[in-house]
Each structure stands twice: as structure tokens, then as C-alpha cells.
């Protein structure tokens, strides 16, 4: 499996490591304890390894040393079961960093308020490991970014350390590595893309193929024998900039296609054709075809920011983006699109917006997570009130609102009864959570606006459902 020519090369250092991570006896540590590194975490836990968490956030690492989840498809039983076996320690002191084995950076990557990519959190993580790396520890990048960001931005700072990662080629060829020329790092740094899919019920997480490309082929052994141990596939690639560029493709690649059905629904609804009826009627072509459903606009932490990572860095490059940044344009209109069809629908109804008593169904940014980060629903409920729109919500994962990075909306979820439905004038479908009678909901709302297609098996009351 290993390249002979690789791990001579580096046997005082690479040799230790890759045995204690196949032994899983190696202190794993994670880096940013959100929806990527707490499961994370919990996954190596379970895989036997001893883990330890690291966040900066107070009062997630007392929650977790309460043995708390504040993530909702994580239970509190695994977190508290993983401490008592010693598996898992959550920690916010940084110092302990050195005794960890392997290192895995899971922060957050946003854009900035000039739509920019933000890499304080990676710079800082960098500072942090910088400052107790020693030798033979491997460090992993996850965070999603723009190609080069691992060699430019971490490397570098890692660097500061005194110890020395040289960038080199290598051929990954399938599971194996070619490095070229003489070698010798003193630690290992990899990429390696998160590419959950929250709420998914689909695959589990070690079922999702890893991808690996390292600064040099020791780094990408290091890399692929940690993610081994949890992950039913790895695939290595033969640089981190492949890895990098990899997530991102697979993002652009969901971006510009969920705005190509958004643009399509636009046209259908003008034209009187159901585009979801389009949509099975096309994805039953066994070859040639995957299936994107529009919606209200996009949201999440990925697809409404990633593409943007890319688009600053092909600056630097001079080359245009078009697909993106068009891609970008149709997706964030969607959410004045909504407004328009609450507003029309509701004239149908003799009511103008001003005044209206409006609910909202879903503020999550998909269906069955608590995740609200960057949700179009937020967007609407503002348009909405800046229309003069009375507005309240309903979303049985997110209880209240809070502060968010763009305002405080101060909302808290209304109880759906048939008597609170009944209030409003309309009831705007923006997340299509599966635990929703949406039966109950037509049957007692006024009016229903439905831009999730959640309604298509409710069979009486059609006349009070508006597709938009
Ligand atoms: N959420 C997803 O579904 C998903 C999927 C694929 C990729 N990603 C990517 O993974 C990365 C993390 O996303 P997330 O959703 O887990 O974010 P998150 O905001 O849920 O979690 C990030 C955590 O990092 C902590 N943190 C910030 N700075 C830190 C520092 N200097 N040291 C230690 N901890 C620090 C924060 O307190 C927070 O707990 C992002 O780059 C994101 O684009 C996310």
C-alpha cells in the first residue's frame, strides 16, 4: 500500500505515526467543534481513537463538558458516553495541542462584508497550532477554500515554528504515492474536504469517500492513514490545490445548476408548467441527467458562499468566472421573487401586503436541520416586514432567532395549531421539513404558498395552495 520510496525518506518521523494512527493509539485533535468537527470528533471516538476538541466558543466547551449537544442529529448520550470512556475531551486550552498525534482544522471559512474570502479563523487556528507544533504531527485542513489556501496561508504560518513541511511533487496513483526527491519534513500537512451532506439520512458520514492531496507525498500517506481508520474510501490526489479545487467544483457544480432550475421555474410559472412535474419526467433518463429542485433561494454555510472563494482567487488569475457569478445573481434574487408571489397571491385574496398577517414554514435553510446560517428565509421574513408585512414563524427546529452576523430578526417558532393557522393571511412554505403535516397546514390555513413543492401530497383543499 505505502510507497517504499516515500517512507524511507521520512522514517524517523512518518514511520511513528503512520503506526500509532493504524494502531489507533494516536490523541486526535479537532479544531472548531461546529457541524463539521463535532461529528467529526465523535466519529474518531467511536473509531477508538482518544480525541480531543478544541473551540475557542466558552460556552460550547461547557456544554460539551456537561455533556450537551447543541447540534440536533447529535445526542447528548453520545457525547457524555464518548467522556466517560475517555474518548472524547472537549478543551478551549490550546496548549494541549502538542500532545496530539494528528491535527484537523475544522473552522469557519465566510466571506467578508466586501463578499471576500474571510480567512481570520484559519490564520488564527494556524497561529495557534504554530506555536506547539512539534515534530512528526500531521495537520489537516477541512475547511472549505480556495485552491492554494493550505500551501499560501497555513504552511507558512506553521512554518514560523522553526519546523520545515517543503512543498514537492508527487504521483498519487490510486491508493498509493510517488514522492520525487530527497525529503525530509519535520511535520505533515494535508487538505481534505468535508463533504457532508446535514440532515441526509442517505449515507453515513464514513461511507462519503475522503479525498486527500498533501503539500508533499508523506504528507498525503500521513493524511490518507488517518482518514483510513474512519472512512470506507480514501482517494488521494496529487496536491492539495487538486483537494481544494475538488470541493469546490462540487459546489459550483450544485450552485449553478439549483440557479439553472430556479431561472427554469421562473419560466414555467409564466407558462402555466409545473416545473416539478418537469423535473420527474426528465430524471426518469437513466444517463445524462441529475435531478436539482428550485426553491426560495439558496442558504447553509456552502453553496451561497464557496463559489465566491473561487471567483476572488480566479482574479488573481485573470479569468472570468461567468457561471458563478451569474449562478450567484439568479439565486439571490430568488428571495424578492417569493415576496412578489406573496404579494400576487395575496391581491388574489383582495389583501395587500401592508397590514397582511403573514407565516412563515421553515426558517432553517433546508429541510430537517437546525441550521439557519445564511437562509433565505431570514431574507423574506426582512422583505416582508419592510413591505409592512406582519410576520411570525414556524420551524419545529429552531425554537427562537438569535443575533446573526446580518441583524436580529427576534422571533421565536409559534405553536401550530389549527386555530394559529387560521390567523393568517397566508402561510409561506420556505423549508419543507418532513415532520410537518402539511395536510393539517392546507386544511386550516387561509391561504398557502408553497415554494418547495411540500403540498404535492395533500389531496383536498388544492384550490388553497399556490405554487411559487
Ligand atoms: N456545515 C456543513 O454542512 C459543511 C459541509 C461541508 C464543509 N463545511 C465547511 O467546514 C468548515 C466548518 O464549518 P461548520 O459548519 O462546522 O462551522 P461552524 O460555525 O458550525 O463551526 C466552526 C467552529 O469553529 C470554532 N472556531 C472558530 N475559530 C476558531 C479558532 N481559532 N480555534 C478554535 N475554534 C474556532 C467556532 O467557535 C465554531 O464552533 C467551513 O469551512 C465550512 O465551509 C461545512
Known amino acids: 500500500m505505502k510507497s517504499e520510496k516515500a517512507v524511507e525518506l521520512v522514517q524517523d518521523t512518518l514511520n511513528p505515526l503512520l503506526s500509532k494512527l493504524e494502531a489507533r493509539t494516536a490523541d486526535v485533535g479537532v479544531i472548531g467543534l461546529g457541524y463539521v468537527g463535532l461529528p467529526l470528533a465523535i466519529l474518531y471516538g467511536r473509531k477508538g481513537f482518544r480525541v480531543t476538541g478544541f473551540d475557542i466558543d466558552p460556552d460550547k466547551i461547557e456544554k460539551l463538558e456537561r455533556g450537551e449537544s447543541y447540534i440536533h442529529h447529535i445526542g447528548g448520550g453520545a457525547i457524555s458516553g464518548?467522556?466517560?470512556?475517555?474518548?472524547?475531551?472537549?478543551?478551549?486550552?490550546?496548549?494541549?495541542?502538542?500532545?496530539?498525534?494528528?491535527?484537523?482544522?475544522?473552522?469557519?471559512?465566510?466571506?467578508?462584508?466586501?463578499?471576500?474570502?474571510?480567512?481570520?479563523?484559519?490564520?488564527?487556528?494556524?497561529?495557534?497550532i504554530s506555536a506547539h507544533l512539534r515534530r512528526g504531527q500531521l495537520v489537516v485542513l477541512e475547511s472549505t477554500t480556495y485552491p492554494g489556501t493550505t500551501e499560501e496561508e497555513v504552511l507558512p504560518i506553521l512554518e514560523k515554528s522553526g519546523l520545515r513541511c517543503p512543498v514537492a511533487p508527487y504521483a498519487a496513483k490510486g491508493e498509493t504515492v510517488e514522492a520525487s526527491g530527497s525529503l525530509q519534513p519535520d511535520f505533515f500537512l494535508a487538505f481534505s474536504p468535508e463533504r457532508e451532506d446535514p440532515g441526509s439520512k442517505q449515507y453515513e458520514s464514513h461511507q462519503i469517500p475522503k479525498v486527500i492531496g498533501g503539500v508533499n507525498g508523506p504528507s498525503a500517506l500521513a493524511g490518507q492513514a488517518l482518514y483510513k481508520q474512519a472512512f470506507d474510501r480514501t482517494?488521494?490526489?496529487?496536491?492539495?490545490?487538486?483537494?481544494?479545487?475538488?470541493?469546490?467544483?462540487?459546489?459550483?457544480?450544485r450552485c449553478v445548476n439549483i440557479a439553472l432550475v430556479n431561472e427554469?421555474?421562473?419560466?414555467?410559472?409564466?407558462?402555466?408548467?409545473?416545473?416539478?412535474?418537469?423535473?420527474?419526467?426528465?430524471?426518469?433518463?437513466?444517463?445524462?441527467?441529475?435531478?436539482?429542485?428550485?426553491?426560495?433561494?439558496?442558504?447553509?454555510?456552502?453553496?451561497?458562499?464557496?463559489?465566491?472563494?473561487?471567483?476572488?482567487?480566479?482574479r488573481e488569475f485573470g479569468s472570468p468566472t461567468r457561471f458563478i457569478e451569474l449562478?450567484?445573481?439568479?439565486?439571490?434574487?430568488?428571495?424578492?421573487?417569493?415576496?412578489?408571489?406573496?404579494?400576487?397571491?395575496?391581491?388574489?385574496?383582495?389583501?395587500?401586503?401592508?397590514?397582511?398577517?403573514?407565516?412563515?414554514?421553515?426558517?432553517?435553510?433546508?429541510?430537517?436541520?437546525?441550521?439557519?446560517?445564511?437562509?433565505?428565509?431570514?431574507?423574506?421574513?426582512?422583505?416582508?416586514?419592510?413591505?409592512?408585512?406582519?410576520?411570525?414563524?414556524?420551524?419545529?427546529?429552531?425554537?427562537?432567532?438569535?443575533?446573526?452576523?446580518h441583524g436580529d430578526l427576534k422571533l421565536s417558532s409559534i405553536k401550530l395549531t389549527a386555530q394559529s393557522l387560521a390567523e393568517y393571511d397566508a402561510v409561506l412554505i420556505v423549508t419543507a421539513h418532513s415532520n410537518l403535516d402539511y395536510s393539517f397546514i392546507v386544511r386550516h390555513a387561509r391561504l398557502v404558498i408553497d415554494s418547495r413543492n411540500a403540498t404535492h401530497d395533500v389531496t383536498e383543499h388544492r384550490d388553497k395552495i399556490v405554487k411559487c
Not at 482517494?235 to 457544480?253: D, F, G, P, Q, W
Open 82 to 128: 464518548m467522556m466517560r470512556e475517555k474518548r472524547f475531551a472537549p478543551t478551549a486550552d490550546f496548549a494541549r495541542l502538542r500532545e496530539m498525534d494528528a491535527i484537523v482544522i475544522c473552522v469557519p471559512t465566510p466571506l467578508d462584508a466586501h463578499r471576500e474570502p474571510d480567512l481570520t479563523y484559519i490564520r488564527n487556528t494556524a497561529e495557534s
Open 327 to 405: 449562478a450567484g445573481e439568479i439565486n439571490s434574487a430568488m428571495p424578492e421573487h417569493m415576496v412578489t408571489a406573496v404579494a400576487q397571491a395575496l391581491n388574489e385574496h383582495h389583501v395587500c401586503v401592508r397590514g397582511s398577517k403573514i407565516l412563515i414554514l421553515g426558517v432553517a435553510y433546508k429541510s430537517d436541520v437546525d441550521d439557519v446560517r445564511e437562509s433565505p428565509g431570514l431574507r423574506i421574513i426582512e422583505l416582508l416586514q419592510q413591505n409592512g408585512a406582519r410576520l411570525d414563524y414556524h420551524d419545529p427546529y429552531v425554537p427562537r432567532l438569535h443575533k446573526m452576523r
Open 235 to 253: 482517494i488521494l490526489v496529487s496536491t492539495s490545490r487538486v483537494a481544494e479545487m475538488a470541493k469546490l467544483l462540487e459546489n459550483i457544480y
Open 264 to 314: 427554469l421555474k421562473l419560466l414555467c410559472l409564466k407558462m402555466g408548467i409545473d416545473i416539478w412535474e418537469v423535473i420527474e419526467a426528465a430524471k426518469t433518463k437513466p444517463f445524462g441527467f441529475t435531478a436539482f429542485y428550485p426553491g426560495p433561494g439558496l442558504g447553509g454555510h456552502c453553496i451561497p458562499i464557496d463559489p465566491f472563494y473561487l471567483t476572488w482567487k480566479a
